[in-house]
């Protein structure tokens, strides 16, 4: 299976007729269809490792002061209780990862996955993020997790390589510069696959401060860069910043590039 990261930003993008929903409606008509997804998403953050276990995952409307239709959204994709069992297995088993039976999927999960797999017919399990480590053991956690390509599953990061609301202006979303720096230099070495830099993100500067004040929204990314094999290509789509926020999103494909319309 190819692995993707999705750039989300706004929650309203999972149910606009923009083009961010536009390309991941395309990437769902070009991905092979996956027996599962493991998202790993911008929000659900954990102590420790999490694993959604519930057959019959809930719609999670985590967020406020957006209109109804976007509150009145349910995405009834089942679980896969085998899967999560797999996945706190290849994680360390029980006493490193541990199944949330009650947990359901929240909007950084639902809100791609609604254009991606409109029907919510594919079984959806997330891994929560223990934002208190660092960068470097996520790559390294995230490794366990390859077997699971070769099984069928699709592993999707959801989150945001720029994401930094304090400096947020919704009347002027012009992109900052700082913001479009960080992303292009984050989209040069994604392309040379310096993936030890982008783990250690502090020390890449001023402009990685500002981008990522907190690191639950970048992290989803190093999970999937974790996966990265020889014979993928990289490609990039939704390559757009506004304001603070970069909706950058990748795929990583053995079969070659996926050329997507945004």
């Known amino acids: 299976m190819p ?5 989300h930003g706004s929650p309203m993008n999972a149910i606009e007729d923009n083009r961010f929903h536009f390309a991941w409606r395309q990437l769902g008509e070009r991905l092979p269809r996956p027996k599962a997804i493991l998202c790993i998403s911008a929000h659900w953050v954990t102590r420790g490792a999490r694993i959604t276990g519930s057959g019959h995952p809930s719609t999670i409307h985590d967020f406020f ?7 009145d959204v349910e995405y009834p994709a089942p679980g896969d209780p085998k899967l999560a069992r797999r996945v706190e297995e290849l994680l360390g088993g029980h006493k490193v990862a541990h199944i949330d039976a009650t947990r359901g999927l929240d909007h950084g999960a639902w809100g791609v996955l609604r254009a991606i797999y409109p029907n919510a017919d594919v079984p959806v399990v997330q891994l929560g993020i223990d934002a208190s480590q660092p960068g470097p053991h996520h790559y390294a956690f995230a490794k366990s997790l390859a077997p699971l390509r070769d099984e069928g599953v699709l592993v999707l990061g959801s989150g945001n390589i720029v994401h930094n ?10 992109p900052l510069d700082w913001a479009q720096r960080f992303d292009a230099s984050v989209k040069r070495r994604i392309a040379q696959r310096e993936h030890i830099e982008l783990a250690d993100w502090p020390r890449m500067g001023e402009d990685a401060r500002l ?4 690191p639950e929204h970048y992290l989803p990314l190093l999970y ?3 996966l990265q094999r020889d014979g993928d290509t990289v490609s990039f789509f939704n390559e757009d910043v506004t304001g603070a926020i970069a909706m950058t999103s990748v795929v990583l494909d053995p079969a070659g590039p996926m050329r997507l319309a945004a």
């Open 3 to 7: 692995v993707v990261f999705a750039g």
């Open 65 to 71: 002061g957006f209109p109804q239709a976007l509150s």
């Open 165 to 174: 609301l304090a400096l947020w202006d919704w009347r002027n979303p012009k």
């Open 211 to 214: 981008s990522i004040p907190t």
């Open 224 to 226: 999937v860069l974790a």
